[in-house]
C-alpha cells in the first residue's frame, strides 16, 4: 500500500498543474493579449523550450512559418519572442518602423559582459549617440593617416606572404584569416596592427577563439533562457564572463598607454577619438566604460564574423572552380597583376561583385538576425506587440526567397546579375539586416570582403584536397550564426 501513496500524490500534483495550465492559457487568451501574433501554446517558466528544436532553431522556425504565417510568437523560456518571417514583414517593421523596431532584444549572455554600455547591446540615447560616434570614426578616412582602405590592403599583403609560404601545402584557413581581419580592426581601434607572433595578440585571438566555442555549448542558451539560474551554475558559460575581463584588461592598459600620448588635434584612431569626445562632452554616454566596451564590440563583432565569411568563400569556390575561374579572369581584365585591387575597382567588376554578395547571400551568416526589441507597444498588421518584446527578424526568410532568388539553395552568382552581365541590386540582400540597426560595420566588412577575396584570387589559384563533388557546404549551425566545417585547402600561385 505504500508504495502507492506517492504515485497517487504525483497524479494528484499533475492533474492540479495540468488544470492551472489550461486555465492559464484560456485566461492568457481571454485577457486580451489574445492580440499577440500566433503560435505554439508555452509552458510557464519553459516556454517553448521542449516544442523547438534548439539544436537547429533557424530549420525549425521555417517550419512555423509554414504553419503560422509571416508573424508568430514563441517562448524561449519565459521570454515572448516575436518572429518576422519573410520579406514583406521584415522590411514593414525594421524599414517602416524603423524606430519602433530599433531595441536591442535581449541577450542575457553578452549583457551581462558589457552591462549595456556598448553600441551593441545598449538602448535609447546612449546607443543614438555611440552608434553615430561609431559610424563617423568608421568611415574611410575617420582616423590618422592611412585610410581603411589602406590598412586592409597592407594587412592583407601580410596575409598573402603566409600564404606563399605554404608552398603549396595543405592548410586550414582558420587562423590566417582569423589574424589578418583582426589587424584590421585593430589597426582602427588601436593605431596599428599587432605583429602575427605579439603574445598580447595570439592572446586575444586565443580569447575570440574561445568564445567562438563557448557560444556553441548549450550552456550558453540556457544562460540565454534562464541568466538568473545560471549566475549560480559553474559551466562552460563562466568562461565567457572570464574572457571578456581579460578583453576589459587588454583595452584598458592601451586606453592608458593612449592618454600618455594624446594629441588632441590628430587623433590616431577609435580610441583617441573616443578620449578626445569624453573631453569635449563631459557627460555620461561617453565615459570609459562605453569606450571600453564598443572597442571590444568593434574587435569581436569586426573579426569573427568577416573572417567567417571569407573562409566560407574559400570554400565555395574549391567547390565551384569554373565560378574561381571567372573571378581570375575578371581579376585579370580589370588589375592585372601589376598593382593591388582597390575600391574603385568594384563598378568595373560586376562578376566579383556578384560573387561577394552570394556569398554572403547564400552562407546567411546570422539566420535568424541578431535580435531586437519593440521600443514601444506596435501595431503590426491585425497583432500588438507589447513594449520591451525580443524580435527575431529572420533574415534567412528574406535571403533565400525564391521569388527573388530562384533555387535559393543553390549558389549562383547569377542572382546578382543581369542578363547583360552587368550587377544587380536587390532589395533581398539583408545580410547585415536593415533599419535603424544596420551593422554598423557594413561599409568596413564589404571593403574587407572584395578587397581581400579579390587580392587573394589575383595571385593564387585554389586546390582542394578531395574531389569538388565531396566538398559539403552544409554550415555548422548554432543558436546564432552559421560556419563552414572545418577544412583544408592549397594555394598555388599564379
Not at 492559464?24 to 508555452?42: D, E, F, H, Y
Not at 524603423?98 to 547591446?121: L, Y
Not at 574572457?243 to 588635434?265: G, I, P, Q, T, W
Not at 545580410?431 to 584570387?457: D, N
Amino acid at each position: 500500500h505504500s508504495a502507492m501513496e506517492p504515485l497517487g500524490a504525483t497524479t494528484v500534483f499533475l492533474v492540479i498543474c495540468i488544470s492551472c495550465l489550461l486555465f492559464l492559457s484560456v485566461w492568457r487568451k481571454m485577457s486580451g493579449s489574445g492580440k499577440l501574433p500566433p503560435g505554439p501554446i508555452a509552458f510557464p517558466i519553459i516556454g517553448n523550450m521542449l516544442q523547438l528544436n534548439t539544436k537547429n532553431l533557424p530549420q525549425h522556425i521555417d517550419e512555423l512559418s509554414a504553419t503560422y504565417g509571416p508573424i508568430f510568437t514563441i517562448y524561449l523560456g519565459s521570454e515572448r519572442i516575436v518572429v518576422l518571417y519573410g520579406y514583406e514583414i521584415v522590411k514593414e517593421a525594421l524599414i517602416g518602423l524603423g524606430d519602433e523596431f530599433s531595441g536591442r532584444g535581449s541577450m542575457p549572455i553578452f549583457e551581462k559582459s558589457s552591462k549595456g554600455r556598448g553600441i551593441v547591446f545598449s538602448n535609447g540615447e546612449r546607443w543614438k549617440q555611440l552608434r553615430r560616434f561609431a559610424l563617423t570614426n568608421l568611415r574611410n578616412f575617420g582616423m590618422g593617416k592611412k585610410s581603411i582602405e589602406e590598412r586592409i590592403q597592407e594587412e592583407t599583403r601580410f596575409l598573402l606572404e603566409r600564404l606563399r609560404n605554404t608552398h603549396g601545402r595543405p592548410f586550414d584557413p582558420i587562423l590566417f584569416l582569423n589574424h589578418s581581419v583582426s589587424n584590421v580592426i585593430c589597426s582602427i581601434v588601436f593605431g596599428d596592427r599587432f605583429d602575427y607572433e605579439d603574445k598580447k595578440f595570439v592572446t586575444l585571438i586565443n580569447l575570440l577563439d574561445e568564445d567562438s566555442k563557448l557560444q556553441r555549448s548549450p550552456w550558453t542558451a540556457l544562460y540565454n533562457f534562464f541568466p538568473t539560474l545560471m549566475d549560480y551554475i559553474p559551466g562552460p558559460h563562466q568562461g565567457i564572463f572570464k574572457n571578456s575581463l581579460e578583453f576589459r584588461k587588454f583595452v584598458l592598459e592601451r586606453v592608458k598607454m593612449h592618454k600618455e600620448s594624446l594629441d588632441a588635434n590628430c587623433p590616431r584612431d577609435f580610441i583617441d577619438a573616443f578620449l578626445i569626445k569624453m573631453e569635449e562632452v563631459c557627460e555620461g554616454k561617453f565615459n570609459v566604460e562605453s569606450m571600453v566596451n564598443s572597442t571590444i564590440e568593434l574587435f569581436v563583432a569586426g573579426t569573427g564574423t568577416t573572417s567567417t565569411t571569407l573562409r566560407y568563400g574559400l570554400l565555395i569556390l574549391l567547390k565551384y572552380p569554373e565560378i574561381e575561374e571567372k573571378v581570375h579572369e575578371e581579376i585579370d581584365h580589370v588589375i592585372g597583376q601589376s598593382r593591388s585591387p582597390c575600391m574603385a575597382d568594384r563598378s568595373q567588376m560586376p562578376y566579383t561583385d556578384a560573387v561577394v554578395h552570394e556569398i554572403q547571400r547564400f552562407i546567411t551568416l546570422v539566420p535568424l538576425g541578431v535580435p531586437r526589441a519593440v521600443t514601444r507597444d506596435v501595431n503590426l498588421k491585425q497583432y500588438v506587440i507589447p513594449k520591451g518584446t525580443t524580435i527575431f527578424p529572420v533574415l534567412k526568410s528574406v535571403l533565400s526567397d525564391s521569388r527573388e532568388f530562384p533555387n535559393p539553395d543553390q549558389f549562383n552568382p547569377g542572382h546578382f546579375l543581369d542578363e547583360n552581365g552587368a550587377f544587380k541590386k536587390s532589395d533581398y540582400f539583408m545580410p547585415f539586416s536593415a533599419g535603424k540597426r544596420i551593422c554598423v560595420g557594413e561599409g568596413l566588412a564589404r571593403m574587407e570582403l572584395f578587397l581581400v577575396l579579390t587580392m587573394i584570387l589575383q595571385n593564387f589559384t585554389l586546390k582542394p584536397v578531395v574531389d569538388p563533388k565531396d566538398i559539403d557546404l552544409t554550415p555548422e549551425s548554432s543558436f546564432v550564426s552559421n560556419a563552414p566545417k572545418s577544412f583544408q585547402l592549397c594555394v598555388l600561385p599564379r
